[in-house]
Each structure stands twice: as structure tokens, then as C-alpha cells.
């Protein structure tokens, strides 16, 4: 009976959480997972409330939790860290060791945005690169010699890189077995080579799946002109970012991209997308997002806890969520549609 940590965050977080939790109870009822759920507040209503965005409670939540619904948060909109304003997902990432996260981008009929199809995923290293937050060298990760001089800090471990390239190989191992490494080794001679020598020495161990690499801008040019090249990129922290931007917009648009950060004991569903102030409050944002991100924590039970009923419900959820987009008349706004996200939502749960 796994216990959900439900944590509806900032913009549009609330909406697209309601919509998730419709489809979550729905695919319960015909697949009897038996699921419960507990929601805390955090974001901006716990700075007004609390003045932090993470109050200790939510991280000990979701320690003691099966997994986290975690909302978007408007990181950007927040006062500066002696304030309150805490990075709820780099503090998920780096605090409960999240060190995977795992976004896929995958074109459905009539809404993809590129030349070509595509289907892949990017495992995004969470923990180091070029994140300041998480390289603190002498309490910075950037800092300024001079008024007119800033410097910033980018950290690659061997740890880190190998245990993100085998969950890499393991789900390629489980898709089209072929890993693509991502990396700019040819200027960054010792983090991005460092990075690049851990995946090949990973692949090592994976003699029946294939080692590809790339560099990073010409993947960027690749994911447009020939994105059928690709099955599980591998890829540091900062490229891959913006590379699951470049591959969810070709997929159809940020509103479908959902993603996961998962280590072997906890997996967090969140959307890749931020908090749509523009779009929040309106009933206008598409959950898909965040019921896509849904399905990916009940395959994480599956894989990781042995749960073949949560593996169908989420195969379940991804056939209702495809069988909804596929007519025009029952998409979202963002998808030139015309229904809003409860009714989407609804939608999607008759169709389970
Ligand atoms: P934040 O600072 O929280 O990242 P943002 O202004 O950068 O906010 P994003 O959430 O990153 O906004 O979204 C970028 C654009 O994509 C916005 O115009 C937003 O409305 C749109 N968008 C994002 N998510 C969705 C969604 N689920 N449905 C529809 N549109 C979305
Ligand atoms: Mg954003």
C-alpha cells in the first residue's frame, strides 16, 4: 500500500496536482493499489506561512514516504536563501541523493514540433556540474575576484558519473539498448573527459547494448534533423537540462514532459516544466505533465518494489493519456485544444 507524498507547490502546481490525484484515484479503482496520500504545503504559501519554502517537516515527509508528487516551484520568484527561499527540487536532488533524473520525450501522432518523431530519454545527472548550489567550494560555487569578473564552479565526480551512465545502461537494457554519451570533452578536457571516460568504462559491463557519443552541440542540432539517432542519452547535469527543454518542445511542448528523480530507495515524480505563472489559476495548463510523471513513480514501484499492479496502471495511465491526446477535440489549450485541465483530467480518467 504505498503512502504518496503530495506536495502541490507554486503557479499552476495545484491544478495540475488535483488533475493527477483524479487520475491517480481512478487507476486505483480498477487496478486495487491500494494507494493513500498525504499533501503538506511548501513553496510561496509556506514562506507567507512559515518563512521558508521547504519547512523540515516536508523533508522528513518525504523520507518516510513511498514516493513524492512534488509540484513545480517559482525557484526564480524567491528571496535568496537566508530568507527562505529554498530550491525545493535541488534540495530534494542533493538532500535525499535523487541523483537521477529521468526525462523522457516521446512523439505522439499530430503533436509533435520537429521534422522527424522521436522517442527517447535523458538521464540528467542531479547532484554536481555546473549547478552552484550544489559545488560549494569555500561556502561558493561562484564568486567574483573583481566587481567586473564573475567565476563559477563546475564539479564532476567519478561517483557521481558512473552509478547516473549504469542507470543509464540499465534502461537502455529494458528499451532499444543504445546509450548516447553526451559531453564537450574536446574543450573540457578534465571534467567533461573525466565524465566521458566513467560511461565508457560503464559500458564495459553492458557488452549488449551500444555506446554512442556526442557533443553537446551537435546533439542539440542532431535532436532536430535526426532525433531517431537517439535512445537514452546520458548527459551532466547542465547540458542535459537544456537539452530535455529542446527535446520536450519537439515532442509536443513542455505541458507533456514529465520526469522523475529516483535513486534505488525513492523516486519523485515532477514535471519538467517550471510554475507557469502566465497560465496559473486560469484552468489552462496541461496536467499531462504531471500525470505522465505519475505513471513513470508507479513504474518505479514496479521495477524497484516488485509492484506488477502499479506497473499496469502506469501503462494504463500512459494508454489513456495517448488515447485522450490523440483527437483533437479533447486536447488542451497549450495543444491548440480547447478543454481545460479538469476536464482534461476527467477525460483521461474515462478512458481508464
Ligand atoms: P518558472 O520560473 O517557475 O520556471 P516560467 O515563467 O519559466 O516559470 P515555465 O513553467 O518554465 O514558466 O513555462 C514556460 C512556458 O511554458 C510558459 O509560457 C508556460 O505557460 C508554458 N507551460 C509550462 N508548463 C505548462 C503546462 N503544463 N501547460 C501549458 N503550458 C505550460
Ligand atoms: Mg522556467
Not at 74 to 97: C, E, M, Q, T, W
Not at 152 to 173: E, G, K, P, Q, V
Request: hydrophobic share 45%.
Amino acid at each position: 500500500m504505498p503512502r504518496f507524498l503530495v506536495l502541490p507547490g507554486d503557479g499552476i502546481g495545484p491544478e495540475i496536482m488535483a488533475a493527477t490525484l483524479g487520475v491517480l484515484r481512478a487507476v486505483d479503482a480498477r487496478h486495487g493499489l491500494d494507494l493513500s496520500f498525504e499533501t503538506q504545503a511548501m513553496g510561496l504559501e509556506t514562506l507567507a506561512s512559515h518563512g521558508t519554502t521547504l519547512p523540515d517537516s516536508v523533508m522528513e515527509a518525504a523520507r518516510a514516504s513511498d514516493g513524492v508528487l512534488l509540484g513545480p516551484i517559482s525557484h526564480l520568484h524567491y528571496p535568496p536563501r537566508d530568507k527562505g527561499g529554498i530550491n525545493v527540487s535541488a534540495a530534494f536532488r542533493v538532500g535525499l541523493d535523487l541523483f537521477a533524473n529521468v526525462r523522457p520525450a516521446r512523439t505522439r501522432a499530430g503533436l509533435g514540433r520537429g521534422h522527424q518523431p522521436l522517442d527517447l530519454v535523458i538521464m540528467r545527472e542531479a547532484t554536481e556540474g555546473f549547478y552552484p548550489d550544489r559545488n560549494l567550494h569555500q561556502g561558493h560555487g561562484e564568486f567574483m575576484p573583481t566587481p567586473d569578473v564573475a567565476m563559477s564552479l563546475r564539479r564532476i565526480t567519478r561517483h557521481a558519473s558512473l552509478r547516473i551512465a549504469r542507470a543509464a545502461f540499465d534502461l537502455a537494457r529494458r528499451r532499444r539498448r543504445k546509450v548516447t554519451a553526451v559531453h564537450k570533452a574536446n574543450t573540457f578536457i578534465m571534467t567533461d573527459g573525466l565524465w566521458l571516460r566513467c560511461v565508457r568504462e560503464v559500458a564495459q559491463d553492458y557488452p549488449d547494448v551500444t555506446l554512442d557519443e556526442i557533443i553537446v552541440d551537435a546533439c542539440a542540432a542532431i535532436l532536430v534533423r535526426d532525433p531517431q539517432r537517439f535512445d537514452v542519452l546520458v548527459a551532466t547535469n547542465f547540458h542535459a537540462d537544456i537539452l530535455s527543454d529542446l527535446a520536450s518542445e519537439l515532442s509536443g511542448g513542455l505541458g507533456l514532459a514529465g520526469s522523475t528523480n529516483e535513486n534505488d530507495v525513492l523516486c519523485c515524480a515532477q514535471a519538467q516544466h517550471g510554475s507557469a505563472p502566465d497560465i496559473a489559476g486560469q484552468d489552462k495548463a496541461n496536467p499531462c505533465s504531471m500525470i505522465l510523471s505519475a505513471a513513470m513513480l508507479l513504474e518505479w514501484h514496479a521495477l524497484h518494489r516488485g509492484n506488477t499492479a502499479a506497473g499496469q496502471a502506469a501503462a494504463a495511465i500512459q494508454a489513456a493519456v495517448d488515447a485522450t491526446l490523440a483527437e483533437p477535440a479533447t486536447r488542451t489549450v497549450d495543444l491548440g485544444g480547447p478543454l481545460g485541465t479538469k476536464d482534461f483530467a476527467a477525460r483521461v480518467a474515462a478512458a481508464l
